[in-house]
């Protein structure tokens, strides 16, 4: 008689084939994972720029109170959520640059708001040596890592 089944080798190799083709997807996945997180950063940091641009376009087109000491950047990026009046409106009605400020995909911390897990530069801040002022110029990444285009994540 003859019995069916499969012997300890042939499960053994089946076991080896499965995982070295596990072992070559889970790199490929972090790097999928990575990519999109990537892209994630991009868009927002674009969506935060356009933010600070337009607010500061609104500045110059005397839309906003204007004071001599300021540079006509938002004081903060909440600024850019809650509004500020429109001075040229009859019924001071008020502007609004964003609907939210999107998080930082990279940011670890839960207990951070959104607007705190960005890096912020002031107007007299240099490029090389972003610090926070009284206004927000540009926002960066706090990751400390680095981007599959070699970049530090803090250059962007």
Do not use: C
Request: aromatic share 8%; no cysteine; glycine share 6%.
């Amino acid at each position: 008689m003859r019995q069916h089944g499969f012997t300890l080798i042939e499960l053994v190799i089946t076991v080896a084939i499965i995982a070295v083709l596990a072992s070559v997807a889970l790199p490929l996945n972090e790097l999928v994972v990575t990519r999109a997180k990537e892209q994630d950063l991009r868009r927002s940091l674009r969506d935060l720029r356009d933010g600070i641009d337009a607010y500061k376009q609104a500045w110059d087109d005397g839309r906003l109170t204007k004071s001599p000491n300021e540079t006509g950047y938002p004081k903060s990026l909440d600024d850019l959520v809650k509004g500020v009046e429109d001075q040229k409106s009859p019924k001071r009605d008020k502007i609004y640059f964003m609907r939210r400020i999107p998080r930082d995909p990279f940011a670890t911390s839960e207990t951070l708001t959104n607007a705190e897990t960005w890096g912020k530069r002031a107007y007299q801040s240099p490029p090389d040596d972003p610090k926070e002022g009284d206004d927000v110029f540009d926002v960066f990444s706090l990751a400390t890592g680095t981007g599959i285009n070699g970049r530090p994540y803090k250059e962007w």
